[in-house]
């Protein structure tokens, strides 16, 4: 009898320990909620009439409102992909292009990208659309920097009237088409 209610004991003291260990553990377990919330937005995403926003990784974070200006990144998807909070819908490489097309402009050429459209995923080519009411493709599978300096080149030497630019497409090496 008195070791019947020894091995009583013993199991109730082991249980109570993995209860309140698992407890202990879920506890301190960061929610990834949590881990959400404290990421830093970039820029903004928007798919479908839904607009997200994503982090330097990007990983997108938060549902955010539609939006215009030159302010923070905006990006239109019209690869029809869904999206859920806490995924990664960017790569490291797009999202650096899209940093150094935007300083590049504006510090060298005066230009603000309103937005950059996305026609698939993973993209090829990217358009950066200008505060002038014009745009601008980029290929995605060659340097951007070559790019933006045949953009620059063309800017100064062959386009003084930008008023009536409709475009510039800077895909196809050495060769920079405008209308």
Do not use: H
Not at 60 to 86: H, V, W, Y
Not at 148 to 158: F, I
């Amino acid at each position: 009898m008195l070791s019947g209610i020894i091995s009583l004991f013993v199991l109730s003291g082991l249980i109570y320990i993995l209860f309140f260990s698992s407890i202990k553990i879920g506890f301190f377990k960061k929610k990834p909620e949590a881990n959400l919330k404290q990421r830093t937005e970039i820029g903004i995403i928007c798919t479908a009439g839904k607009c997200f926003y994503f982090d330097v990784e990007g990983i997108i974070f938060k549902e955010a409102p539609q939006t215009s200006g030159s302010l923070i990144t905006l990006i239109n998807d019209f690869s029809q992909r869904s999206f859920s909070l806490g995924e990664q819908i960017l790569g490291r490489d797009l999202i650096n292009s899209m940093v150094l097309i935007k300083e590049e402009l504006f510090s060298k050429m005066d230009l603000r990208v309103l937005s950059f459209d996305i026609a698939a995923y993973p993209a090829d080519d990217l358009k950066a659309i200008t505060n002038e009411d014009w745009y601008m493709m980029f290929s995605l599978k060659r340097d951007i920097k070559s790019q933006l300096s045949a953009l620059k080149a063309a800017l100064d030497e062959k386009i003084q009237n930008r008023i009536d630019l409709q475009y510039i497409d800077l895909r196809i090496e050495n060769r920079v088409y405008y209308k």
